[in-house]
């Protein structure tokens, strides 16, 4: 008897790279955890194209940490325009890049998510991190990788 019984996962790898004024850069390197809303839309997609696509990643300062039933940042500080690298998903992976620029989202940073939408939308996943300090003249570069194993 043959099995075809398969685990499939979904995970993320997220790099932040914050660059102050004077063009001084540092890189942080975290997991993130794919929300349950956020494998629902998956999932959706392979049924229809009626859900938009993922376009924005918001920052914040929430403390809590990252559980599978988030549907929000703990605290929102900001939200940008997310672009896909490459244009398409290869190998069953997806690379999201997004600038949070100078005079956006100023504060302690302890959280990020991947949304579909400029304000609320469909949360796609979450990562929880220790404090990256932004300060008005920093700008901050995102690289946010989801695979499907």
């Known amino acids: ?3 075809y019984d398969e685990a499939l996962s979904v995970k993320g790898d997220v790099i932040l790279i914050k660059t102050d004024e004077l063009g001084h850069s540092e890189k942080y390197e975290y997991k993130n955890l794919v929300v349950s809303v956020g494998k629902t839309f998956i ?3 392979m049924a229809s194209n009626t859900d ?7 920052v914040g300062n929430g403390a809590t940490a990252a559980a599978v039933s988030d549907t929000t940042l703990g605290v929102e500080l900001g939200r940008v325009t997310l672009l896909v690298n490459g244009g398409t998903p290869s190998s069953n992976t ?9 005079g956006t989202a100023t504060g302690a940073l302890t959280e990020a998510g991947v949304f579909n939408d ?3 939308g469909t949360m796609l996943c979450r ?3 220790p404090v990256v300090n932004k300060l008005a003249g920093d700008s901050i570069a995102i690289s ?3 695979s499907i194993t």
């Open 52 to 58: 938009v696509v993922m376009s924005h990643l918001a």
């Open 127 to 129: 990562t929880v991190f």
């Open 118 to 120: 400029s304000s609320t």
């Open 1 to 3: 008897m043959n099995s």
């Open 43 to 45: 999932a959706s997609r």
């Open 94 to 102: 997806i690379n999201y890049s997004a600038n949070v620029p100078a």
């Open 144 to 146: 946010w990788t989801v």
